[in-house]
């Protein structure tokens, strides 16, 4: 993933420093017997809303970007990626309205991204992200 914002013009570092970035489930919820992470049941998830609710209230952004089907789906209903990401989206959480960019989950065990029409939609989506006015300031502080 930090390799994409790298083609957008921010290293990690400056990223992670200017970005707010949280997870939809705070607690990690473990790791799957054959390997790699657990995605969290719909509990987990509800148990840890309260913390995005304040965290919207707080920080009021501009724009989100949702790394990843389960953050996706926190704010937009759909079946399948290619529905979603590549296009930028006006949501409302919380009482509060935004941009919504849906990116793929960068996983190296996922093939979405790296294979047609993922690779394209990530492409756009890249592209969108780059051009709204919020990232920019992330990019080129004032």
């Not at 914002?5 to 200017?18: H, N, S, T, V, Y």
């Not at 990843?68 to 959480?93: D, N, W, Y």
């Not at 790296?114 to 690779?119: A, D, I, K, W």
Request: charge should be positive; hydrophobic fraction near 40%.
């Amino acid at each position: 993933m930090f390799g994409w914002f790298e083609g957008l013009g921010i290293d990690e570092a400056r990223f992670r420093k200017r970005v707010y970035m949280a997870a939809v489930c705070r607690c990690f919820p473990g790791s799957l017997t054959g390997g790699g992470d657990r995605v969290p049941n719909r509990r987990e998830i509800e148990a840890c809303e309260e913390w995005m609710r304040r965290d919207f209230e707080l920080l009021r952004p501009e724009l989100v970007i949702a790394v990843g089907r389960l953050a996706i789906s926190r704010f937009l209903s759909f079946k399948r990626l290619t529905e979603v990401v590549g296009r930028q989206h006006c949501a409302e959480r919380f009482g509060h309205r935004f941009d919504l960019i849906p990116l793929p989950h960068p996983s190296g065990a996922s093939t979405w991204h790296r294979t047609e029409p993922g690779r394209t939609l990530l492409e756009h989506a890249l592209s969108q992200l780059g051009e709204h006015p919020a990232f920019g300031r992330v990019v080129r502080p004032p």
